[in-house]
């Protein structure tokens, strides 16, 4: 069965930590690593990887694939309180299908 | 640029009641379209996907469907709705060759 398992589920800092968001993943015809942030409605795309070790950067988020361990972690530096929010990794089949994890909770406390 | 447009915003229907929840898409054209279901506290599922006028795949059997009835359009329907259709429903989109897929504000549904 495919699947996608993010942790921790619920992560709760202060503002200016440093947090890693980890994404396991297994899939078949696994195509790229999508990361999305979901706020109050709906998710807005940050990063899609689809190469292994190759960073991609934006901001104080990074994003990097390992598909040799089949996962992918999101970092964010110097967190905000804008920074709150469900973070969501999906991994693409194929077929434009894109299989989601359940979120990483992410609260930064001031 | 592209814009995605849903509605309603919410929805509370009693068990049993049809439903219907538009989603449209403004400024591309034959956009792959996908129907999406969160419950609370989890990630999404996808119901139903779309490559074109009239083409949909189902993912999921359950008590929904799926309609394109223009390239820009895609509806979600039921007959009879279940208290377990309650939830958030996202709709997206995603050029036809590339992986990213774009969100609209979605539609919460309550069924009592």
């Known amino acids: 069965e495919d699947k996608v398992v993010q942790s921790p589920l619920s992560l709760v800092v202060h503002e200016g930590d440093t947090v890693t968001l980890n994404c396991s993943y297994e899939?078949?015809?696994?195509?790229?690593l999508l990361w999305y942030k979901q706020e109050k409605k709906a998710p807005t795309f940050l990063f899609m990887l689809?190469?292994?070790?190759i960073e991609k950067k934006s901001g104080r988020l990074s994003s990097i694939l390992d598909k040799k361990e089949l996962f992918s972690i999101l970092n964010i530096t110097a967190t905000q309180t804008g920074d709150s929010a469900v973070y969501l990794c999906?991994?693409?089949?194929?077929?434009?299908?894109?299989?989601f994890g359940q979120g990483t909770r992410l609260t930064i406390n001031p | 640029s592209q814009t995605i447009h849903q509605w309603p915003a919410t929805l509370v229907q009693p068990v049993g009641s049809p439903l219907s929840l538009e989603c449209t898409v403004e400024?591309?054209?034959?956009?792959?379209l996908y129907w999406y279901r969160q419950a609370a506290g989890r990630g999404l599922q996808l119901l139903f996907y779309?490559?074109?006028?009239?083409?949909i795949s189902s993912e999921v059997p359950q008590n929904l469907s799926a309609s394109r009835p223009q390239d820009r359009q895609f509806i979600l329907s039921s007959k009879k709705l279940l208290l377990s259709d309650s939830g958030f429903y996202l709709c997206?989109?995603?050029?036809?060759?590339?992986?990213?897929?774009?969100f609209g504000p979605g539609t919460r549904l309550t069924v009592l």
């Open positions: 999906a991994a693409n089949q194929g077929a434009q299908k894109l299989v």
């Open positions: 689809t190469s292994s070790g």
């Open positions: 779309s490559v074109g006028i009239g083409q």
């Open positions: 997206a989109w995603s050029r036809p060759t590339y992986n990213e897929q774009f």
């Open positions: 400024g591309t054209s034959n956009p792959n």
């Open positions: 899939v078949t015809n696994f195509r790229s």
